[in-house]
């Protein structure tokens, strides 16, 4: 029999070239045998989300969240679980998730903008707004974003702001 690495680096390869399923069942056993890898739970999550099973994916995300994993794997499990949840309709789960995710990684833009897409989701588009806005100050370069990022810089403080008397 295959070592655990061996396993689980053939289930990522599986993965990685699309095939899916093949990479689930392996995966799945090795879930089985190893009920606390948090690497085995994160690869499990993403097919689960790859083939369309998110409910299922939901238990592999906690799972892996709960264990040890690399700061880019816990950085793309916060994001798949957030997107899960919001994907799933159970948008608090999904907000609490992505802030959770911001707290551990500011600096990590797609936890921001999946987080606005929750925020909207949630009726609060003006936090969602807000959000957008500060992460295109954050990480655009764009001549005419650089021109008027006073503007819009202020604009992220109070979006309802007006110069009208």
């Known amino acids: 029999m295959s070592s655990r690495d061996e396993r689980l680096a053939r289930a990522v390869e599986l993965r990685e070239r699309g095939e899916d399923e093949q990479a689930r069942q392996l995966l799945l056993e090795l879930r089985s045998e190893f009920p606390d890898d948090a690497q085995i739970a994160v690869q499990t999550a993403w097919v689960h989300d790859s083939l369309g099973l998110e409910e299922e994916a939901v238990e592999h995300y906690r799972a892996a969240l709960a ?24 948008d608090a789960e999904s907000d609490e998730t992505f802030r ?31 959000e957008l806005l500060v992460l295109l100050l954050a990480t ?23 110069w009208l008397a």
Not at 100 to 128: S, W
């Open 67 to 90: 264990g040890e994993l690399t700061d880019d794997e816990l950085r793309a499990a916060f994001l798949g679980l957030g997107s899960t949840y919001r994907a799933l309709g159970r």
């Open 100 to 130: 959770q995710g911001i707290e551990h990684f500011p600096d990590f833009g797609a936890l921001h903008a999946f987080h606005a897409m929750t925020l909207y989701n949630l009726g609060r588009p003006r936090e969602a707004v807000r």
């Open 140 to 162: 655009s370069s764009d001549p005419s974003i650089e021109r008027y990022r006073r503007s819009l810089t202020a604009y992220t403080e109070d979006l309802d702001r007006s």
